[in-house]
């Protein structure tokens, strides 16, 4: 090819180059042809948790296995409160009771309903309220649970003593005139003395010996 006819083809030669490659450089510029971006979802709405009460249980309970604290049973009880009725303390199998979503706690097992203290668990039992029990039951063997009784048989108050034996043991006046605990204070002195025969029989049914 001679010079003159390369120079005259040049420009036709790069003027196609450029058009092919500004024609690739578009294809792949196209917002058409990325791929889409996946649809967004819409979050789920959370229904609340519900129980449904077997037999047994206590609000305190189910606050315990479900909420993780039995002291909450009171704002278990609110929300349920259309459901449960004016006493907390009376619910029924079968109801459904609505759970709050928050601090919740799976239920592990039988073991933690026998572990679990019920709301209204009476308080154990001391020795001074044992001790109590015994010359309350005394009492009730001798004189009928009567403290202040004086039938004129020699005897007097809850725990009938002898006017002598009242006095050698520190009481003052007259024994069924005498509170209970201070009957209570001296029968203490008499039994430490003279032992549970003091009473022979009634001593028996009160359990002392």
């Known amino acids: 090819m001679s010079r003159k006819l390369a120079a005259a083809l040049l420009p036709a030669i790069t003027a196609t180059a450029l058009a092919v490659s500004t024609g690739q450089a578009s294809a ?3 917002p058409s042809d990325a ?8 979050p789920e709405k959370s229904s609340p948790s519900t129980y449904t009460v077997r037999a047994g249980d206590t609000l305190s309970l189910i606050a315990e296995r479900h909420l993780g604290d039995s002291r909450r049973w009171p704002h278990l009880y609110e929300i349920n409160k259309d459901t449960i009725g004016p006493n907390p303390d009376v619910i029924q199998p079968g109801q459904r009771l609505t759970l709050p979503t928050s601090h919740r706690k799976p239920y592990t097992g039988e073991a933690e309903r026998k572990t679990t203290t019920p709301r209204h668990a009476k308080p154990k039992a001391t020795a001074t309220d044992a001790r109590n029990g015994m010359w309350d039951r005394l009492a009730q063997c001798e ?3 009567n403290w202040s009784i004086n039938t004129g048989n020699g005897y007097h108050g809850g725990l009938q003593f002898a006017l002598s034996t009242w006095r050698e043991h520190g009481g003052k006046g007259m024994p069924n005139e005498a509170s209970r605990e201070e009957q209570i204070r001296i029968a203490e ?3 430490a003395d003279q032992g549970p025969g003091a ?6 049914e009160a359990g002392m010996r």
């Open 28 to 30: 792949r510029s196209d």
């Open 35 to 42: 791929p889409a971006a996946p649809p967004t979802q819409a």
């Open 143 to 145: 004189s009928s649970g």
């Open 189 to 191: 002195k008499v039994l």
């Open 199 to 204: 009473w022979p029989i009634c001593s028996y």
